[in-house]
């Protein structure tokens, strides 16, 4: 069974290690190797943000993803978010984790958009947020810059309303699935 939980101490060398390593790390806005002290100080402090969430992705007990949330303002219902699987991870995990967390976010914390910022360069991450049915909503041009050269930054929206069209939708087609193996 898959589950999404608040990350714990005891978690934290393992999302650290997946944060350092080349084929995630490549496509973090900040590409510095993060310390264990570092990492720790993050940690505490973002416990102590009321606006931050952070969750690990969960699947047979095994730890297979990480999560983060971001919530705008308190008089705000729009978050960003920022998540990566592990290095190793198996075709088709990072949209059960991303459909998870939307289910939370939506339906559990009723929130009204989510949003994420992409590099360009990141074309893996591009197509997830098309193929999860975010919108690119902005293109931020020569706006980030990585070892002296500029790069573009994706921005992309889901909204709540198209996030339940979207479920709807995949409810169905699991349903006549059913239905046709019948």
Known sequence: MARLRVVE???LAVIRRWRNHPSINHYMFTQTKVTESDHLTWFLESREDPFKFLFVY???GDTKGFLQLQKQSEDS???EWGFYTSP???AGLGTRMANLLFDKLFMEMNASKLFGEVLS???PSIRFHKKLGFSQEGLLRAHHCLKDQSHDVYC???LKSEYLINRSKADSEKEQA???KS
Request: hydrophobic share 40%; glycine share 4%; proline share 0%.
């Open 9 to 11: 101490e005891k978690d």
């Open 58 to 60: 969960q699947e047979a």
């Open 77 to 79: 219902d729009v978050y």
């Open 88 to 90: 190793n991870a198996t």
């Open 121 to 123: 360069f990141n074309q």
């Open 156 to 158: 992309f929206g889901l």
């Open 178 to 180: 059913v239905f046709n």
